[in-house]
């Protein structure tokens, strides 16, 4: 995917997401975020869910909880995806385990509470923010909002989620990680292909992210792996094919709330982000590594 660049203004947010109801066999007008003509910021997607949210008594709170992902070597990339995520290659994991969910207010400010956390901003950051972009998104961060203690906080920038990891005795995962996490080694099927575009949610929570785990989990039991927000990874943006890269730029994972278009919240997508960045629709999950018998 192109680099998730300046934000795109209302008009042409609601622009897309009525595109995207009117047609969504197409791929649909893309957003100024994802063109990569200008610079970095807001990020692209919406949440996925092909089914009603089932009740809360049906199964348990899944806040706080983590999934065994077991060691295997897969295929990860596509060939039919944007440049960067080809080309398909066989990596190996590890076995780790992942978060169920991603890090929400409420667990973030307890790490605030404890003192090993930066409180999370309530002002967004990125290269090229004006004052006018920061009365726009600003309202978008979820921190010191008692309706939003159960979304994903945002706002964060990488070395803040990375420190909430460590706090928490955990990591962020590798992009090698989430996307086997994500999709359990085929991330076509995982979304039905394109035939997925009809299981994004549309505008109905626009501008604001939902709370986690509002839709059924996919594999490994893991919530909002395409959607709600993007995601920060350990990795940096390197190509596939050079792996050593030394771009400064994280990888971000899943999609968001921001965009209808699926094209966005395939399971294989990525996209880079200068860790500074402190945006609405970024958040994280945590990993741990499996330690040996």
């Known amino acids: 995917m192109p680099p998730v660049t300046r934000p795109p203004m209302v008009a042409a947010m609601l622009a897309l997401a009525a595109c995207a109801a009117e047609n969504t066999s197409n791929r649909g007008a893309t957003p100024p975020e994802a063109n990569g003509a200008s610079t970095e910021a807001q990020g692209a997607g919406r949440s996925a869910t092909s089914a009603a949210v089932p009740a809360a008594e049906a199964r348990p709170n899944p806040i706080g909880r983590m999934a065994l992902v077991p060691g295997v070597t897969y295929r990860m990339g596509s060939d039919v995806g ?58 978008e961060c979820n921190d010191n909002r008692s309706d939003r203690h159960d979304h994903p906080v945002n706002c964060v920038d990488w070395k803040m989620a990375n420190a909430y990891c460590l706090w928490a005795g955990k990591r962020l995962p590798t992009e090698e990680e989430w996307e086997y996490a994500a999709c359990g080694g085929n991330c076509d ?16 929570r626009w501008p604001y992210t ?15 792996m395409a ?13 596939y094919d050079h792996p050593g890269c030394d771009d400064p730029r994280r990888v971000i994972r899943g999609g968001s709330w921001s965009l209808s278009d699926f094209w966005f919240v395939r399971l294989t997508d990525r996209s880079p982000a200068n860790p500074s960045n402190r945006l609405t629709n970024v958040g994280f999950r945590c990993a741990r590594t499996v330690s040996s018998p």
């Open 210 to 224: 939902t709370r986690v785990a509002a839709t059924w989990p996919g594999p490994f039991g893991l919530y909002d």
């Open 227 to 239: 959607g709600n927000v993007w995601e920060w990874t350990a990795s940096l943006y390197c190509p």
């Open 82 to 139: 944007e440049p960067d995520e080809r080309p398909p290659h066989d990596v190996h994991v590890a076995a780790f385990e992942m978060d169920l969910t991603e890090v929400t207010g409420a667990q973030y400010a307890e790490c605030v509470q404890k003192g090993g956390c930066m409180p999370a901003p309530i002002v967004v950051q990125f290269p090229g923010v004006s004052p006018a972009d920061q009365q726009l998104y600003d309202p």
């Open 189 to 204: 099927k995982a979304l039905g292909g394109r035939g997925g575009v009809g299981a994004i949610l549309t505008s109905e």
